[in-house]
């Protein structure tokens, strides 16, 4: 079983996108019983809230439920419980490793490194453009799915 974080500063809009599109990845390919898809923020600030409407509105446009997600925060001791955590740009990347007390085990990864394009995932936050998010996010787990299965979950 392979076990996947995505990570986000808020876990309103990137992250519960990543977490299901993923989700909706897996499922197309009937490996459900095969992987833990879960979401975090680096912050409390959006803690309990529910996923951005314009997110899950975007989700929904290309047929992906994400109905009773709630933002919850990333903490230390999840560092134990997945094999992999994926965050959505640099900034998450530098959260996370402060959060999780470092990366002795290389878990900690950024989405947009598995495709070709690289960088960071486009922030629907400040664009407003949650469809360019949509597709970085989409290219970035598809290429995550390729990579794990290709790779026996590394």
Same mark, same amino acid.
Do not use: Q
């Given at each position: =079983?392979?076990?996947?974080? +995505?990570?986000?500063?808020?876990?309103?809009?990137?992250?519960?996108?990543?977490? +299901?599109? !993923?989700?909706?990845?897996?499922?197309?390919?009937?490996? @459900?019983?095969? +992987?833990?898809?879960?979401?975090?923020? $680096?912050? %409390? @600030?959006?803690?309990?809230?529910?996923?951005?409407?314009? %997110?899950?509105?975007? =989700?929904?446009?290309?047929?992906? &439920?994400?109905?009773?997600?709630?933002?919850?925060?990333?903490?230390?001791?999840?560092? /134990?419980?997945?094999?992999? !955590?994926?965050?959505? &740009?640099?900034?998450?990347?530098?959260? =996370? $490793? %402060?959060?999780?007390?470092?990366?002795?085990?290389?878990?900690?990864?950024?989405?947009? &490194?598995?495709? %070709?394009?690289?960088? /960071?995932?486009?922030?629907?936050?400040?664009?407003?453009? +949650? &469809?360019?998010?949509?597709?970085?996010?989409?290219?970035?787990? $598809?290429?995550? !799915? @390729?990579?794990?299965?290709?790779?026996?979950?590394?």
């Amino acid at each position: =079983m392979i076990k996947v974080m +995505f990570v986000c500063y808020g876990n309103i809009c990137r992250s519960p996108t990543a977490e +299901f599109v !993923f989700r909706d990845i897996v499922k197309k390919n009937g490996m @459900e019983k095969d +992987f833990v898809i879960a979401s975090s923020a $680096t912050s %409390s @600030e959006e803690l309990g809230n529910p996923v951005y409407s314009p %997110s899950k509105e975007e =989700m929904k446009r290309h047929g992906i &439920d994400c109905s009773g997600k709630h933002a919850v925060k990333l903490k230390s001791s999840d560092y /134990d419980n997945y094999d992999l !955590f994926v965050g959505m &740009d640099s900034m998450n990347i530098r959260n =996370m $490793t %402060s959060i999780l007390n470092g990366d002795p085990d290389g878990k900690i990864k950024k989405l947009m &490194d598995y495709t %070709s394009k690289g960088g /960071d995932v486009s922030d629907p936050w400040y664009t407003r453009r +949650f &469809d360019i998010a949509y597709e970085d996010i989409l290219n970035g787990c $598809t290429a995550l !799915f @390729e990579h794990l299965t290709k790779n026996g979950g590394k």
